[in-house]
């Protein structure tokens, strides 16, 4: 009896998903003369973002009703920058900075905060990545594994077919799991205040894909 043909194929599988959150960071920073003034102004700054911020983060709401899931700061930090990049003394030196992460459920709310961010004279946003409920993600991570097996199997099939010979997986391998997380990135260069008229940006993210690669090996025996 002949011995069995090793069949050694790779499966892959891709499930797209619409984001369900978004994490932005931002921080307020300012620099002057005296340090003690730059840390005041920062810390005053950050407390007026703070309080403007409470009608999309109310602590006493339902988490679905919140257009914000959470809402963080960091301490302030302060640091002296004498020199610029040629060398030459700068007149404001001292700088101070605060950042705040807020993570998104509701994207509308999100795309009016951007634009009032946008023209607050002392904020840089840093990014904002968009991602998918653990909940979610689990599902969708199962189904692509089952996708990523079927398609090794439909490879091994085919290639049994032409052998003429029947086809038994006798070893699986999860080589490769991953989501691919869409991030953009952007830095406030308007001049202006804290604006609840202000349009809101259209910040419709692609897609997020879930992928999983598996290496499936199996053995042809003879019909």
Not at 145 to 162: F, N, T
Request: with cysteine; aromatic share 8%; charged share 25%.
């Amino acid at each position: 009896m002949a011995n069995p043909l090793v069949i050694n194929v790779t499966g892959t599988s891709s499930v797209s998903y619409a984001p369900e959150r978004c994490t932005l960071k931002f921080c307020i920073k300012t620099n002057g003369s005296q340090q003690e003034k730059v840390a005041e102004n920062v810390t005053k700054a950050a407390n007026v973002l703070q309080d403007w911020f409470k009608q999309f983060h109310t602590p006493g709401a339902s988490d679905l009703e919140k257009p914000v899931k959470r809402f963080s700061t960091s301490n302030i930090t302060a640091w002296k920058k004498s020199r610029d990049d040629r060398d030459q003394p700068v007149e404001n030196p001292h700088y101070a900075k605060i950042n705040f992460t807020a993570i998104f459920q509701d994207f509308v709310a999100m795309g009016k905060v951007v634009s009032a961010l946008l023209a607050y004279p002392e904020v840089e946003i840093d990014s904002m990545n968009w991602s998918l409920t653990d909940e979610t993600s689990k599902r969708l991570a199962s189904d692509a594994r089952k996708g990523a097996l079927r398609h090794a199997i439909q490879q091994a099939e085919d290639l049994s077919e032409v052998l003429g010979r029947d086809v038994v997986a006798v070893e699986v391998s999860d080589t490769d799991y991953h989501s691919a997380p869409v991030a953009m990135r952007y830095m406030s260069t308007a001049r202006g205040g804290f604006n609840d008229d202000s349009p809101p940006l259209d910040l419709t993210p692609q897609e997020i894909d879930v992928k999983s690669s598996l290496q499936v090996r199996f053995e042809a025996k003879s019909l």
